[in-house]
T-cell receptor, first 118, second 113 residues
Framework: AQKITQTQPGMFVQEKEAVTLDCTYDTSDQSYGLFWYKQPSSGEMIFLIYQGSYDEQNATEGRYSLNFQKARKSANLVISASQLGDSAMYFC???????????????FGGGTRVLVKP | KAGVTQTPRYLIKTRGQQVTLSCSPI?????VSWYQQTPGQGLQFLFE???????NKGNFPGRFSGRQFSNSRSEMNVSTLELGDSALYLC????????????FGPGTRLTVL
């Protein structure tokens, strides 16, 4: 079974500073994908970044980068130059990529609430 | 492309009633997944439909069911509502391939009184 742990329930970050959100995962699978989503107060989940377990380079998407350490089973999200609009809940999620039967099921962590201060 | 749409956005029901929620995926996407989000349990996977077939199912009672139509639109139904079914129900669509990103709709917030 897969498990995602986000140990930071909430954090403050100063505008324009970088912030790192922690995510550790537990799986016996060799082929998996890791995702980060942002959920503003409106409720919609917004895709941020994806990392495959066999990807050799860390994923980057604009101000978002994923610090992937496979041996430590961690996939931390780094947001550079924080903006007020970054205030939201952030979820780390995992998906099994072994077989088609595994489908698109995502296992989510408990989330981290980020509040950006001006 | 238009994003994932969910209707209705808000619902209030009473215990024992049933409810149907609808999700229209992004055009061309064949996979629709449903998730329940509550403060206590977090985000939990309900089920996924791909090309009108249920491909995967989470650990929810049989009161929760779903279906997918030939145009990939999906509905989920909850019968005999309980207070604990109050939640944000999110659907996500993807093309269905390995490593595909899933795109979520705005959710339907269900309140059971």
């Amino acid at each position: 079974a897969q498990k995602i742990t986000q140990t930071q329930p909430g954090m403050f970050v100063q505008e324009k500073e970088a912030v790192t959100l922690d995510c550790t995962y537990d799986t016996s699978d060799q082929s998996y994908g890791l995702f980060w989503y942002k959920q503003p107060s409106s409720g919609e989940m917004i895709f941020l970044i994806y990392q495959g377990s066999y990807d050799e380079q860390n994923a980057t998407e604009g101000r978002y980068s994923l610090n992937f350490q496979k041996a430590r089973k961690s996939a931390n999200l780094v947001i550079s130059a924080s903006q007020l609009g970054d205030s939201a809940m952030y979820f780390c999620a995992m998906r099994d990529l072994r077989t088609k039967a595994a489908g698109n099921k995502l296992t989510f962590g408990g989330g981290t609430r980020v509040l950006v201060k001006p | 492309k238009a994003g994932v749409t969910q209707t209705p956005r808000y619902l209030i029901k009473t215990r024992g009633q049933q409810v149907t929620l609808s999700c229209s995926p992004i055009s061309g996407h064949r996979s629709v997944s449903w998730y329940q989000q509550t403060p206590g349990q977090g985000l939990q996977f309900l089920f996924e439909y791909f090309s009108e077939t249920q491909r995967n199912k989470g650990n929810f009672p049989g009161r929760f069911s779903g279906r997918q139509f030939s145009n990939s639109r999906s509905e989920m139904n909850v019968s005999t509502l309980e207070l604990g079914d109050s939640a944000l129900y999110l659907c996500a669509s993807s093309s269905g391939g390995a490593g595909d990103k899933q795109f979520f709709g705005p959710g339907t917030r269900l309140t059971v009184l």
